[in-house]
């Protein structure tokens, strides 16, 4: 079953707190949508401007990805075109933003895959399957901790073989 119709077009969305949060294609506008308890959409609004209501850039740049903080205060956004990247950080508490890293030149590519856990802020580059940690303060990328070539999303990955890890049951997850 479908859970409803988002109001805008959406690249990148992650939850926080029981709600999808998304940000409106070529706007720095923050959606938030909450649902019933039946999963389907309850209520579509503008959480915030990210960037104090700028529009960004030009037609065609769009959100790569976003991931929230492991407290959930924070929220990393990597956006950007072809030839311009930003990775900033919006807190959802003061919903103050800050442009950690943004130019023509940057390791990080406007399509890869960013995600936080424990702590730790991941970069991924889908076309390498290179999987790096990434300074929050700088947005510099350390060492490669691995490459891949079956490895296409950081929420899961195509045809991949099951893995026993430590004991821990075999599954199979697939995007």
């Known amino acids: 079953a479908v859970a409803g119709t ?5 690249n990148g969305g992650d939850f926080r707190n029981g709600s999808f949060f998304y940000v409106a294609h070529n706007t720095d506008n923050l959606m938030q949508v909450t649902f019933f308890a039946n999963g389907t959409i309850s209520s579509q ?5 990210i960037a104090g209501g700028a529009t960004f850039r030009s037609t065609g740049f769009g959100v790569g990805d976003m991931t929230f903080s492991s407290d959930g205060n924070l929220l990393y956004i990597l956006w950007g075109s072809s030839t311009f990247k930003e990775l900033l950080e ?32 991941y970069n991924h580059l889908p076309g390498t ?17 691995f490459t891949s070539t079956g490895f296409s999303d950081l929420a899961g990955v195509n045809n991949c073989n099951p893995v026993n890890y430590n004991g821990m049951p075999t599954t199979t997850t697939t995007t």
């Open 45 to 49: 609004a503008k959480f915030a401007d």
């Open 6 to 10: 988002l109001g805008a077009q959406c």
């Open 90 to 121: 919006f807190n959802m508490v003061t919903r103050a933003f800050r442009s950690i890293l943004n130019g023509t030149t940057s390791d990080l590519a406007a399509y890869s895959q960013i995600s936080f856990s424990r702590g730790v802020l």
């Open 129 to 145: 399957g290179a999987l790096s940690v990434v300074n929050t303060a700088t947005g510099a990328l350390g060492s490669t901790i």
